[in-house]
C-alpha cells in the first residue's frame, strides 16, 4: 500500500499534530526554543494543533498522507496573499502560545517576526510545515505531499515558498526545484533558517 494525499479535515487536526510534533521533536529551531526533552513533545502538539485549527485549516492549504487510519505526514500550505494571520486569529493563539514557550514568549515572537520580514511580497503557495512521522520516513510520505501541491503551483504557474530550519533537508527541497534565496539569522542567538524559492515549471 502506498501513501495517499487528501485534504486534511478538522477530525485530523489531533493526529496531524501529534505526527508534526514527532517530526520536528529534534528540529534545531525547536529545541531551542523548547530546550526540556520532556515537555517538547506536547507542548509542540499543542503548537500544530493551535496553528491548524486557528490560521492554516480554514484556507485550504492544509494535506495529510495516509496509509490506512494514521496520519504518516502533514503538510500545512498557506495560498497565495494568504500566509499573514489575521489579528482575530493572532488573538486567539496566543493564551497557548503562552502556556507552551512560557518566559521564551518574547524569543519566539521574534523568530516569528524575523520570518515575516524575509518572507518575500510576490503571490505564492507557502510552505509553512511539513513532517513526516519518524517511524514513515523514508517511504515517500513527504514527496506525496510534496508533489500534490507542488503539482497544483505549476498547474497555476504560481511560485512556492518554504523556509528549511534543517540545513540536511535543503537537497531534499532542491530535489523538487526550490533553491537557497538567503539566510535568516534569528535573535538572541537562534539557529539559522534558509529560505527556498521555487518558480513554477
Not at 31 to 42: C, G, V, Y
Not at 96 to 112: E, H, I, P
Not at 138 to 147: A, N, V, Y
Request: hydrophobic fraction near 35%; aromatic fraction near 10%.
Amino acid at each position: 500500500m502506498t501513501s495517499q494525499a487528501r485534504p486534511a479535515q478538522k477530525a485530523d487536526i489531533r493526529d496531524l499534530s501529534r505526527t508534526l510534533a514527532r517530526a520536528f521533536y529534534d528540529d534545531p529551531v525547536m529545541t531551542w526554543l523548547l530546550p526540556d526533552d520532556k515537555s517538547r513533545l506536547a507542548h509542540l502538539h499543542r503548537v500544530f494543533a493551535t496553528m491548524t485549527r486557528h490560521h492554516h485549516l480554514a484556507r485550504g492549504g492544509v494535506e495529510v498522507a495516509c496509509e490506512g487510519a494514521g496520519v504518516g505526514a502533514a503538510a500545512l500550505w498557506d495560498p497565495p496573499n494568504q500566509w499573514r494571520e489575521t489579528r482575530r486569529a493572532e488573538l486567539t493563539m496566543t493564551p497557548a502560545f503562552l502556556r507552551v514557550f512560557g518566559f521564551r514568549g518574547a524569543t519566539a515572537r521574534a523568530v516569528q517576526e524575523a520570518m515575516k520580514r524575509a518572507h518575500p511580497e510576490e503571490p505564492h503557495w507557502y510552505l509553512a510545515v511539513i513532517g513526516s512521522d519518524p517511524g514513515v520516513r523514508g517511504r515517500g510520505f513527504g514527496q506525496t505531499l510534496m508533489r500534490s501541491r507542488l503539482d497544483r503551483c505549476d498547474a497555476e504557474y504560481c511560485p512556492a515558498y518554504l523556509e528549511s530550519s534543517k540545513p540536511e533537508n535543503i537537497p531534499y527541497y532542491e530535489r523538487f526545484g526550490f533553491t537557497v534565496t538567503g539566510e535568516i539569522a534569528l535573535p538572541h542567538g537562534g539557529p539559522p533558517i534558509w529560505p527556498m524559492w521555487r518558480e513554477p515549471r
